[in-house]
């Protein structure tokens, strides 16, 4: 008796698993999610860039607040490392000079003093980038796995 009760549970158990491996939930979360991959990003076997992840966001709304937020960073982020990238090389260009005065020098350490800046608050604006698309991905993917009803 014992071993039918035991044999019972077991065929209950596999058939609780096997019912799992059909179930829309999963094939959701291995196909329509999105993760990061490196520098781009992963819907099934699709890889994506950051520029095509809007269209991605149709279903959430606050998903696409933040990845707009995120856009937004990331264009203050390449704007401000373009402007601290030529402050570097205006301040190479003043100090390559052979005739290097007092003031040429005061200029030298103003541009590398803003280079330090300007990278410093690009590295801020990168950062905040990245954690505002960590959220819209997880918002989207949290709104396409369990939907609003």
């Not at 410093?120 to 698309?133: D, K």
């Amino acid at each position: 008796m014992k071993k039918l009760i035991i044999l019972c549970v077991l065929l209950f158990a596999v058939a609780i698993i096997h019912a799992q491996n059909t179930d829309s939930l999963k094939y959701k979360y291995t196909n329509q999610t999105i993760y990061r991959y490196g520098g781009s990003f992963m819907k099934g076997t699709e890889r994506l860039v950051f520029p095509a992840l809007q269209s991605e966001f149709s279903m959430s709304e606050l998903g696409l607040a933040f990845y707009t937020k995120a856009k937004k960073y990331r264009t203050t982020s390449i704007v401000l490392r373009t402007i601290a990238l030529a402050a570097s090389l205006s301040a190479l260009a003043v100090i390559s000079n052979n005739n290097l005065t007092n003031n040429r020098r005061n200029l030298a350490y103003g541009l590398l003093g803003g280079q330090l800046v300007f990278s410093i608050a690009a590295g801020r604006y990168g950062i905040l980038s990245t954690q505002n698309l960590d959220k819209a991905l997880w918002q989207r993917n949290k709104d396409l796995l369990f939907p609003a009803r």
